[in-house]
T-cell receptor, first 112, second 114 residues
């Protein structure tokens, strides 16, 4: 069955450093991979979508890579700030708007 | 647009009662999803619609759960009868095919069945 694993439930880093979150998957060949941010008591918020034929995508301080050979995506936040503290979820799908399967998330804490 | 609107925000009900959750998607979006989130199981897809038609309801846990989308601007998720194990946060989300914008989630309904 499809399985998505996000690295360690929690990640703590110092302000200004680069945070790197990992999303690994098995028994799946997704065409799209998405990253979301979720704050306590709120719904997930879409950040970035990357296609299987794209190696890397950037948006401001965010960078996502997608390696279909390793079956892995890396999500980087450069120059991290305490406001970046949240849970980050990856999601895999075969279409850019249809059914997605979500990972359990990694909770990032950026300390001042 | 005000985003995806869910109601109620919180619902506390007694075991055995009927619960109805409501969702208004973003105007123009052609997909609508119902997810459930718990600490133990994370975000689970219950059912999704495309152009108001149910496409995949394999995630609906039991016959006690049902969902409808009578028109493009409204959907309901009903649990009858409710049980304590249904306690969770239920999210509605919508998306637009052909765009790389992901899902827009509502704020969720926190359901507590006592």
């Amino acid at each position: 069955s499809q399985k998505i694993e996000q690295n360690s439930e929690a990640l703590n880093i110092q302000e200004g450093k680069t945070a790197t979150l990992t999303c690994n998957y098995t028994n799946y060949s997704p065409a799209y991979l998405q990253w979301y941010r979720q704050d306590p008591g709120r719904g997930p918020v879409f950040l970035l979508l990357i296609r299987e034929n794209e190696k890397e995508k950037r948006k401001e301080r965010l960078k996502v890579t997608f390696d279909t050979t390793l079956k892995q995506s890396l999500f980087h936040i450069t120059a991290s700030q305490p406001a970046d503290s949240a849970t980050y979820l990856c999601a895999l799908s075969n279409t850019n708007a249809g059914k997605s399967t979500f990972g359990d998330g990694t909770t990032l804490t950026v300390k001042p | 647009d005000a985003g995806v609107i869910q109601s109620p925000r919180h619902e506390v009900t007694e075991m055995g009662q009927e619960v109805t959750l409501r969702c208004k998607p973003i105007s123009g979006h052609d997909y609508l999803f119902w997810y459930r989130q718990t600490m133990m199981r994370g975000l689970e897809l219950l059912i999704y619609f495309n152009n108001n038609v149910p496409i995949d309801d394999s995630g609906m846990p039991e016959d006690r759960f049902s969902a409808k989308m009578p028109n493009a601007s409204f959907s309901t998720l009903k649990i009858q009868p409710s049980e304590p194990r249904d306690s969770a946060v239920y999210f509605c989300a919508s998306s637009l095919s052909g765009g790389d914008y992901g899902y827009t989630f509502g704020s969720g309904t926190r359901l507590t069945v006592v």
